[in-house]
């Protein structure tokens, strides 16, 4: 398969588009959002002299550069020609992480009277082997469990998607069974990587992965991570695209190491 590279070309919300899961594995197309801001530090010089510096706020320094795609890449800079560099007064308290979520994202009434909620998650509540059953349904090849444990356990995000279903007056009462799953992993600065995106496929065709990656994606530019890179099959990649994409930028490409004998 011909590989290709996707960066983000606008920020703005784009109508969401369904995709299908290939059961055949191949390597994939890397797909890359760009849209980081650096923050240097303000730290003083001399911070184990006992020089008696006066604390004084300092008023925050704005310069204009212009970075190209790789040095946007680099230094964790948004991309386009001229970009805005804040320097900042550092804060003496760390800012505390956004805590994770959980909310009814759909709920709807069955001709039954049944109820069914669809329920977003980032709390990274996955078992491993309802992650495998979803992994059969949209026809991807089984890894270890002990691996799938180890991935969930070492990713910076894991989303969710549960439905759970009960009768109308029993709010809260029912089984959760997950039909949808995104993660992804980073160096907590600069660079993330999003991973096992996939919906049930009786659920595909609502939005629901375009939910999920957004939410991630909305997630990591609030910790200041901006360098977010994907990888996706080729009959994906037009999903991604219209989620603000583009591949190759300055016809950069993705890069697979392989054994040379």
């Known amino acids: 398969m011909q590989m290709q590279t996707l960066h983000l070309v606008s920020t703005s919300t784009v109508a969401s588009s369904s995709s299908s899961s290939s059961s055949s594995f191949s390597l994939p197309t890397i797909v890359s959002l760009n849209c980081c801001r650096c923050q240097p530090s303000n730290q003083l010089p001399f911070p184990n002299s006992n020089l008696g510096f006066l604390k ?4 925050p320094k704005v310069s204009n550069l212009k970075a190209s795609f790789w040095d ?8 386009n020609n001229i970009i805005q560099v804040i320097d900042t007064p550092s804060s003496e308290e760390e800012e505390e992480e956004p805590l994770p979520e959980e909310f009814v994202l759909v709920e709807k009434t069955q001709p039954d009277g049944t109820v069914e909620q ?15 059953d979803l992994c059969d349904k949209v026809g ?7 691996k799938l444990a180890a991935a969930l356990k070492n990713s910076y ?13 029993e709010e809260g009462s029912g089984e959760k069974k997950l039909i949808g799953m995104a993660r ?12 096992d995106v996939l919906v049930d496929p009786s659920y595909q065709g609502q939005g629901l992965g375009k939910v999920l990656i957004e939410k991630l994606i909305r997630t990591l530019l609030q910790r200041d991570i901006g360098n ?18 583009e591949p190759d930028p300055e016809g950069i490409k993705g890069m697979f190491w392989y054994p040379m004998y």
């Open 228 to 245: 977010i890179s994907l990888f996706a099959d080729s009959k994906v990649v037009e999903f991604y695209r219209n989620l603000g994409f």
């Open 184 to 195: 992804a992993t980073s160096d907590h600065a600069f660079n993330a990587t999003i991973w």
């Open 56 to 59: 004084v706020k300092r008023q």
């Open 118 to 132: 669809i329920i977003f998650s980032s709390g990274g509540d996955v078992d491993v082997y309802d992650l495998q």
């Open 140 to 146: 991807w090849p089984r890894r270890p469990l002990s």
């Open 72 to 79: 946007s890449i680099r230094s964790g800079f948004g991309k």
């Open 157 to 169: 995000i894991v989303a969710t998607l549960h439905s759970r279903k009960f009768s109308s007056g």
